[in-house]
């Protein structure tokens, strides 16, 4: 079982960065810890469907950003905090939207793209982007 917080949105403009933050807790009988899930961000607009922004392997060597990110965008995590970040850069109009974090349970990949494919969703934290 994980719980996932996000913060860090708010109200931004465009052109700036933002830097989000995942906390993770984790309570396992079958000593599943945080160093051993891949995590994601996606992000949801109004009237438009969740998409994948980025994705983390276990250990964070290994990372993915999606292209509409991709050049603005950094995930990482700290295994040690149960924490993983998402910062973009030169924010857009487009990239307003409510951001979730996600952690896959049971991985036989490094890192993972789809929604379906994540066990556990934190709230969201919405970022606004004023032009």
């Known amino acids: 079982q994980m719980q996932l917080v996000e913060s860090g949105g708010g109200l931004v403009q465009a052109g700036d960065s933002l830097r989000l933050t995942c906390a993770a807790s984790?309570?396992?009988?079958?000593?599943?810890?945080?160093?051993?899930?891949?995590m994601g961000w996606f992000r949801q607009a109004p009237g438009r469907e969740r998409e994948f922004v980025a994705a983390?392997?276990?250990?964070?060597?290994?990372?993915l950003c999606a292209d509409s990110v991709k050049g603005r965008c950094t995930i990482s995590r700290e295994n040690n905090k149960n924490t993983i970040y998402l910062q973009i850069n030169s924010l857009k109009a487009e990239d307003a939207a409510v951001y979730f974090c996600?952690?896959?349970?049971?991985?036989?990949?490094?890192?993972?793209?789809?929604?379906?494919?994540?066990?556990?969703w934190g709230q969201g934290t919405q970022v606004t982007v004023t032009v």
């Open positions: 983390i392997s276990r250990s964070g060597r290994k990372t």
């Open positions: 996600a952690a896959r349970a049971d991985p036989s990949s490094d890192y993972y793209v789809n929604s379906y494919e994540y066990d556990y």
């Open positions: 984790v309570r396992s009988a079958s000593g599943r810890t945080f160093a051993t899930v891949p």
